[in-house]
């Protein structure tokens, strides 16, 4: 649905298993897939498009992050009125909370979201269900997707891992999301998180690891 996020977030392992690498380079798929995306918006070819017909269906999708919006955005089409609804405060989910701005600047989110907005997809945010948003007000929808994510991370029950300055990825890297978008520190849920003169060890060394190490570096970390 969104190649301009696949092309600049999926590890790609199609290109790893491209077969013309077996006497030559691989095809760099995800360069490819990005920079026709890209082509497509600088040329205005991107529009909304909306259903020609409505079917009076009506979706509530719960999360705003890439399974929310996709699923969205393919209800939509298929002619049904869909609501997304997001806890948070900006619309995007781990695209916009988890993934840093050197891996994916905020306004590829924001474009795409006019696109899909001029499609009649409504979304909400500052809803969570259960909080402010009561089951009743799902009830009057025909169906409800749940595109929740996974916000638990796993722990590592270590002798001290209660201590000060031990935080999660997602803690840090979201802190970090909101500070760049301009939210007020005091308004996070969490005491305010940063790497700036520390001597800074990353646990994991997956895609999440080495977000860690690129905001910790441009907080001006004192080692990772």
């Not at 916009?96 to 924001?110: A, H, N, V």
């Not at 009830?139 to 996974?150: R, T």
Request: hydrophobic share 40%; charged share 25%; proline share 7%.
């Amino acid at each position: 649905n969104f190649p301009e996020f696949t092309g600049r977030l999926c590890p790609a392992p199609c290109e790893e298993a491209c077969v013309l690498a077996i006497n030559a380079p691989a095809v760099a798929i995800e360069f490819v897939e990005k920079s026709i995306v890209e082509h497509a918006f600088d040329n205005d070819w991107i529009k909304p498009e909306p259903p020609a017909v409505r079917t009076a269906k009506t979706v509530a999708v719960v999360g705003s992050g890439p399974a929310g919006m996709a699923c969205a955005q393919q209800l939509n089409r298929a002619g049904h009125t869909v609501t997304v609804f997001e806890r948070d405060s900006r619309i995007g989910g781990l695209l916009r909370y988890g993934i840093p701005d050197f891996k994916m600047e905020k306004r590829i989110i924001d474009r795409r979201l006019v696109v899909m907005e001029a499609e009649g997809i409504i979304f909400r945010t500052d809803a969570e269900l259960g909080v402010n948003v009561p089951r009743a007000e799902l009830d009057a929808f025909d169906a409800v997707v749940l595109c929740i994510g996974a916000t638990v991370p796993r722990d590592m029950p270590v002798p001290g891992r209660d201590l000060d300055g031990v935080h999660f990825a997602m803690d840090f890297l979201t802190q970090q999301n909101k500070r760049g978008a301009g939210d007020d520190p005091a308004g996070f849920a969490l005491p305010e998180i940063s790497a700036e003169g520390k001597h800074v060890i990353v646990i994991g060394g997956g895609d999440t690891g080495s977000d860690c190490i690129g905001t910790s570096n441009r907080q001006k970390a004192a080692s990772v």
